[in-house]
């Protein structure tokens, strides 16, 4: 199997991992292309464990982006709308991290 169909094979499970941090399918996308493109630029056959390696960069990149929002409040927003709705995305249940920082009245 090639890396790019393992690579696809993971994606689901990398989204929803980003997903659960960032609360935005957008920016979980976002996320998983990143990784996507750092697997590219990397010498695949010196990653040991391709799963625990994109686990690992998709996470990290999801924290990295919570950390640099653009604007103090920009990930809060969408919850703050009174559009989200629990189970969707920007709701309090799928907003992973974000919901909790946003919940203790962080921007």
Do not use: K
């Not at 094979?9 to 609360?23: F, K, N």
């Not at 990930?75 to 703050?80: D, E, I």
């Amino acid at each position: 199997m090639s890396v790019a169909e393992r690579f696809a094979q993971a994606r689901p499970r990398l989204i929803q991992l980003a997903y659960s941090e960032l609360g935005d399918i957008g920016e979980a996308e976002d996320v998983v292309q990143e990784a996507w493109l750092r697997l590219e630029r990397t010498d695949v056959r010196a990653i040991e464990n391709l799963g625990g390696w994109l686990t690992t960069v998709v996470a990290r990149l999801a924290l990295d982006r919570l950390r640099s929002a653009r604007a103090p409040g920009d990930l809060c927003r969408p919850m703050a709308s009174g559009a989200a709705r629990i189970g969707r995305p920007g709701g309090p249940r799928h907003a992973g991290r974000v919901g909790q920082l946003c919940a203790a009245g962080h921007p």
